[in-house]
């Protein structure tokens, strides 16, 4: 089982410029969620779904947008890169919520 | 989160020594997980407590949950340098539109001394 799998691992982008973080998992997994993390912030959760179709946001959801067309992917995109958007973003994946939550390795992104 | 707070927010030990890292909730609990993270990279399950008073270990690290208190603590004994790295609580609270989400504090950077 390849788990989680989150692409690319780093990225650098122009402020203004626009991108979609891929998450997939294989282990049919319903609940999916996005963080960020930041230095002394621990990890922030910006979106997160419950199933195909249905997302909500959740602490930090401004300039990103999500999707959930498949059990298996869930892409965050952000709108219009700016510099505090510069973070490493983490998805997880989980049966339900009251299970163990497993993380992919994460994306670090840096917008100048 | 600010629903979250974990105390400290670093801890430097000696090899050998134990250590409690604290985490204390302003929101109803329905369940709290610990990961550790080494630094740069992903996150690790160590467990989940979702019942007051459950105790669980994993090695030489364990963590109890004060359903009441809302509170858990991590208790790392005869620490080693392998256990350096952050620690992130992380709890299920209800946010408005009925789902539960998981939500993480600051985290515990914590340095193992030989």
């Known amino acids: 089982n390849a788990g989680v799998t989150q692409t690319p691992k780093f990225q650098v982008l122009k402020t203004g410029q626009s991108m979609t973080l891929q998450c997939a998992q294989d282990m049919n997994h319903e609940y999916m969620s996005w963080y960020r993390q930041d230095p002394g912030m621990g990890l922030r959760l910006i979106h997160y779904s419950v199933g195909a179709g249905i997302t909500d946001q959740g602490e930090v959801p401004n300039g990103y947008n999500v999707s959930r067309s498949t059990t298996e992917d869930f892409p965050l995109r952000l709108l219009s890169a700016a510099p505090s958007q510069t973070s490493v973003y983490f998805c997880?994946?989980?049966?339900?919520?009251?299970?163990?939550?497993?993380f992919g390795s994460g994306t670090r992104l840096t917008v100048v | 989160s600010q629903e979250l707070e974990q105390s400290p927010q670093s801890l430097i030990v000696q090899e050998g020594k134990n250590l409690t890292i604290n985490c204390t909730s302003s929101k109803t609990l329905y369940g709290l997980y610990w990961y550790k993270q080494k630094y740069g990279e992903g996150l690790i399950f160590l467990m989940m407590?979702?019942?007051?008073?459950e105790e669980k270990s994993h090695e030489k690290i364990t963590a109890k949950l004060d359903e009441k208190k809302q509170q858990s603590s991590l208790h790392i004994t005869a620490s080693q340098p392998s256990h350096a790295g952050i620690y992130l609580c992380g709890a299920v609270v209800m946010f408005s539109g009925g789902y539960n989400k998981l939500i993480f504090g600051a985290g515990t950077r914590l340095a193992v001394h030989p």
């Open positions: 997880a994946s989980s049966p339900g919520v009251r299970y163990g939550y497993t």
């Open positions: 407590l979702q019942k007051g008073g």
